[in-house]
C-alpha cells in the first residue's frame, strides 16, 4: 500500500473538523494521521489547484482517500472504488479562522464506497464548500455518510445507490446548506437519518427511500425535538419510480421495466407510456411526505391494472390511480398498458362483426376511459347490395344498439318494439302478396 506524505499541511483542518464534530456532541472515529490514508491529497499554501486521479484504493490498515482544501485553493480528486478498514472518504474543505485564509473548495469523485469505520467522512468550515460524488454504493459499519458544516459552509452529496449503516445511522447531517441527492435507500442499524442537532437545515434532500431499525427510526436524532424531526421530515423530496409490467408475464407477476419518465419527456412510441402526475396533472419525479401521486398514461392507451410495490391498486370513480408518499417513500408504482384500439377491437370481433367503432382516449392527469358504439347494417346500403346481386331490393333492417334514428337516439325497448313491429308489416306483406297469387290461380 502506498501513502502520498502530507507532511502536516492538513492537521489544522482535521483539528477544525474535530472540534466542530465535538459541538454538536458527536463523537468522532479515532483521527487518522494523513498518511495513514491510501491516499492524501492537501491543496494549501502556495501550491497551485491540485487535479489527482487514481484508481482503486484499498485503505488495508487505515482509510482510503483523504483530501484537505484551504488557504483558498483547490482540490479536484478522481478515484476508483474504495475500501477500507477505518473512514472510507475523509473531505475537509476550510480550516478555523486562525490559520489563515480558511477558505478552501474540494471536489471528489469515487466509485463504490465500504468501510469499517465511516464511510464518508465531509466537513465544510466558513465559506468554503465539498462536493463529493459516490458512483455506486457506500456500506459501512459506522455511519454511512457524515456531513458537518458551519459559517456559511457548504457540502454536496450525491450517490448513484444505496447508504447502509450496519450499526449506527446511514446519514448522518449537522448544520446547514447541505444537499444530499441518493438514488436508492438510506438506511441504517440506528436511524436511517440522523439530525446532529436542532438545527439542521438542509437546503435539498432527495432520496427514494428511508429505513430504520424500525418505523420510528426513520428520521431522528438524541436531543432532537419531535418538532424538528417533523419539519425535517415533511422536507424531504421522495424520488418517484414508474415502469410497465409485461401483460404477457402479468400472472408471473414479472415485473419488466422499460424506463422511468422524466419530467420533460415527451412520451413518444420509443419512451415509457407511464409517468407520475400530481393533482394538476403536471408530471413529477419526486413528492413529499402526504402528496398523492398519480398514473398518467400516454394518449390512446388505457391501464388494465396498476400497482404500488405489487400491491394491486383500485381505480377510483373517475379512472384514476394514485397513493400518498408515505414517510421513508419507497415510491414504486408499475401498471399493464395496452392499446385502447386493441381492446376495441377484439370487442367488435367477438360480437359486433361488420360494425365500426370509435375511442374516447385517456389525458395526462392519469384518468382512463374508453368508449364504443357500434352501428348496425344501414338499410339503403343493404337494398343497393342486394340490388347488385340480382334480389328483391326490399331490405328490413333491425335496429341496434346506439342507432341513430330521425329525430333521436331509440332506447332499447323501443328499437325492439320497432323491430317486432317492421316484422309483422312484413310478414303482412308477404300474407297479401300470397293471397293475390292465388286468387290469380283460381280465375
Given at each position: 500500500?502506498?501513502?502520498?506524505?502530507?507532511?502536516?499541511?492538513?492537521k489544522?483542518?482535521?483539528?477544525?473538523?474535530?472540534?466542530?464534530?465535538?459541538?454538536?456532541?458527536?463523537?468522532?472515529?479515532?483521527?487518522?494521521?494523513?498518511?495513514?490514508?491510501?491516499?492524501?491529497?492537501?491543496?494549501?499554501?502556495?501550491a497551485?489547484?491540485?487535479?489527482?486521479?487514481?484508481?482503486?484504493?484499498?485503505?488495508?490498515?487505515?482509510?482510503?482517500?483523504?483530501v484537505?482544501?484551504?488557504?483558498?485553493?483547490?482540490?479536484?480528486?478522481?478515484?476508483?472504488?474504495?475500501?477500507?478498514?477505518?473512514?472510507?472518504?475523509?473531505?475537509?474543505?476550510?480550516?478555523?479562522?486562525s490559520?489563515?485564509?480558511?477558505?478552501?473548495?474540494?471536489?471528489?469523485?469515487?466509485?463504490?464506497?465500504?468501510s469499517?469505520?465511516?464511510?464518508?467522512?465531509?466537513?465544510?468550515?466558513?465559506?468554503?464548500?465539498?462536493t463529493?460524488?459516490?458512483?455506486?454504493?457506500?456500506?459501512?459499519?459506522?455511519?454511512?455518510?457524515?456531513?458537518?458544516?458551519?459559517?456559511?459552509?457548504?457540502?454536496?452529496?450525491?450517490?448513484?445507490?444505496?447508504?447502509?449503516?450496519?450499526?449506527?445511522?446511514?446519514?448522518?447531517?449537522s448544520?446547514?446548506?447541505?444537499?444530499?441527492?441518493?438514488?436508492?435507500?438510506?438506511?441504517?442499524?440506528?436511524?436511517?437519518?440522523?439530525?446532529?442537532?436542532?438545527?439542521?437545515?438542509?437546503?435539498?434532500?432527495?432520496?427514494?427511500?428511508?429505513?430504520?431499525?424500525?418505523?420510528?427510526?426513520?428520521?431522528?436524532?438524541?436531543?432532537?425535538?419531535?418538532?424538528?424531526?417533523?419539519?425535517?421530515?415533511?422536507?424531504?423530496?421522495?424520488?418517484?419510480?414508474?415502469?410497465?409490467?409485461?401483460?404477457?408475464?402479468?400472472?408471473?407477476?414479472?415485473?419488466?421495466?422499460?424506463?422511468?419518465a422524466?419530467?420533460?419527456?415527451?412520451?413518444?412510441?420509443?419512451?415509457?407510456?407511464?409517468?407520475?402526475?400530481?393533482?394538476?396533472?403536471?408530471?413529477?419525479?419526486?413528492?413529499?411526505?402526504?402528496?398523492?401521486?398519480?398514473?398518467?398514461?400516454?394518449?390512446?392507451?388505457?391501464?388494465?391494472?396498476?400497482?404500488?410495490?405489487?400491491?394491486?391498486?383500485?381505480?377510483?370513480?373517475?379512472?384514476?390511480?394514485?397513493?400518498?408518499?408515505?414517510?421513508?417513500?419507497?415510491?414504486?408504482?408499475?401498471?399493464?398498458?395496452?392499446?385502447?384500439?386493441?381492446?376495441?377491437?377484439?370487442?367488435?370481433?367477438?360480437?359486433?362483426k361488420?360494425?365500426?367503432?370509435?375511442?374516447?382516449?385517456?389525458?395526462?392527469?392519469?384518468?382512463?376511459?374508453?368508449?364504443?358504439?357500434?352501428?348496425?347494417?344501414?338499410?339503403?346500403?343493404?337494398?343497393?347490395?342486394?340490388?347488385?346481386?340480382?334480389?328483391?331490393?326490399?331490405?328490413?333492417?333491425?335496429?341496434?344498439?346506439?342507432?341513430?334514428?330521425?329525430?333521436?337516439?331509440?332506447?332499447?325497448?323501443?328499437?325492439?318494439?320497432?323491430?317486432?313491429?317492421?316484422?309483422?308489416?312484413?310478414?303482412?306483406?308477404?300474407?297479401?302478396?300470397?293471397?293475390?297469387?292465388?286468387?290469380?290461380?283460381?280465375?
Amino acid at each position: 500500500m502506498s501513502a502520498h506524505k502530507s507532511k502536516g499541511f492538513g492537521k489544522k483542518a482535521m483539528a477544525a473538523c474535530m472540534a466542530l464534530a465535538l459541538s454538536v456532541m458527536l463523537v468522532p472515529s479515532a483521527a487518522l494521521a494523513d498518511d495513514d490514508y491510501s491516499r492524501s491529497v492537501v491543496a494549501s499554501g502556495d501550491a497551485d489547484a491540485l487535479d489527482k486521479s487514481y484508481g482503486d484504493l484499498s485503505g488495508e490498515t487505515g482509510g482510503g482517500l483523504q483530501v484537505i482544501a484551504k488557504d483558498g485553493q483547490k482540490a479536484e480528486v478522481q478515484v476508483g472504488n474504495v475500501t477500507a478498514r477505518s473512514t472510507g472518504v475523509n473531505v475537509q474543505a476550510g480550516a478555523s479562522p486562525s490559520d489563515g485564509d480558511s477558505k478552501g473548495t474540494a471536489s471528489v469523485a469515487t466509485g463504490t464506497v465500504q468501510s469499517d469505520g465511516i464511510g464518508i467522512d465531509a466537513c465544510a468550515l466558513k465559506d468554503s464548500s465539498a462536493t463529493i460524488t459516490v458512483n455506486g454504493d457506500i456500506a459501512s459499519d459506522d455511519h454511512g455518510a457524515k456531513i458537518l458544516t458551519s459559517d456559511n459552509g457548504a457540502v454536496k452529496l450525491a450517490v448513484e445507490g444505496d447508504i447502509t449503516s450496519k450499526s449506527k445511522s446511514g446519514l448522518y447531517l449537522s448544520g446547514d446548506n447541505i444537499e444530499v441527492s441518493v438514488s436508492g435507500t438510506i438506511s441504517g442499524g440506528q436511524y436511517g437519518i440522523e439530525l446532529g442537532n436542532g438545527n439542521v437545515v438542509a437546503k435539498e434532500v432527495t432520496v427514494w427511500r428511508i429505513t430504520g431499525k424500525d418505523e420510528d427510526s426513520m428520521i431522528g436524532g438524541a436531543g432532537v425535538s419531535n418538532a424538528d424531526v417533523e419539519r425535517f421530515a415533511k422536507s424531504i423530496n421522495y424520488i418517484v419510480k414508474v415502469s410497465e409490467k409485461d401483460a404477457a408475464a402479468k400472472t408471473g407477476e414479472q415485473l419488466i421495466v422499460l424506463t422511468t419518465a422524466a419530467a420533460d419527456d415527451d412520451l413518444t412510441a420509443t419512451s415509457s407510456r407511464l409517468r407520475a402526475t400530481n393533482g394538476n396533472g403536471e408530471a413529477i419525479t419526486s413528492a413529499k411526505e402526504g402528496d398523492r401521486v398519480y398514473l398518467a398514461v400516454q394518449d390512446g392507451y388505457e391501464i388494465v391494472e396498476a400497482y404500488s410495490s405489487g400491491i394491486l391498486l383500485t381505480a377510483d370513480a373517475n379512472g384514476n390511480y394514485s397513493i400518498i408518499v408515505p414517510r421513508g417513500g419507497g415510491v414504486d408504482l408499475t401498471a399493464v398498458v395496452q392499446l385502447i384500439d386493441a381492446s376495441k377491437k377484439a370487442a367488435d370481433d367477438s360480437g359486433n362483426k361488420g360494425g365500426s367503432s370509435g375511442s374516447g382516449g385517456t389525458g395526462s392527469s392519469g384518468s382512463t376511459s374508453a368508449s364504443t358504439s357500434t352501428k348496425g347494417t344501414n338499410a339503403e346500403k343493404a337494398g343497393a347490395d342486394a340490388k347488385e346481386a340480382g334480389k328483391d331490393t326490399t331490405a328490413t333492417t333491425v335496429p341496434q344498439t346506439g342507432d341513430s334514428l330521425p329525430g333521436a337516439t331509440l332506447p332499447i325497448a323501443a328499437a325492439l318494439l320497432l323491430s317486432i313491429i317492421m316484422l309483422a308489416i312484413s310478414g303482412a306483406k308477404l300474407q297479401t302478396a300470397r293471397a293475390s297469387r292465388n286468387g290469380r290461380h283460381v280465375r
